[in-house]
């Protein structure tokens, strides 16, 4: 994804109020983040450093134009063995939880959610660039890997879209 800096990450969400904006804790690692970091990753999501079950999550569109999205995380533990609806993984390399995000537009503001199943800590980038043992000789793992990643976008792009699209 596009380098993002703290304006570009203010400025791009779409379900906050303009409080809720101000107040958000960042990425704790943002400033030492470089371009490469970045280009490793096709989303970027943190929790917030003050609030328990806050997180965030920037996510590009279709046009690339950063799509920052606030979460909250359930209070109910999600059953056991979830799948992160992002990044498929099934080798349970980290905690999935489920997160709500508040609709954008009248519909959010009558308090209307959408929720997923996503990795708590929003590992999907490594997940989907970590290659899984290949099923067979002369699996062509590079190629798996590009089609892991391609689905991860589709499918954190598809969910932000939707949200905006409601706008
Ligand atoms: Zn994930």
Known sequence: MLTLTESTIRSSFVNASR???KDASLPPNLTEMTDDDFADL???GWRDATY???AYVVVPGLDDE???ISLRQAEK???RRAMCNWCRDVRLLNEVVFYSARKVGPAGRRGDTVGTLLCRDFECS???R???PPPYEGFDVDAARVRRIDDLRL???GFAEDLVAGR
């Open 19 to 21: 409080k809720e904006v």
């Open 42 to 44: 096709d989303l970027l």
């Open 52 to 54: 328990l079950r806050r």
């Open 66 to 68: 950063p799509i920052g």
């Open 77 to 79: 533990a999600p059953r």
């Open 126 to 128: 490594a997940n989907v």
């Open 130 to 132: 970590n290659d899984p």
């Open 155 to 157: 499918r954190a792009t």
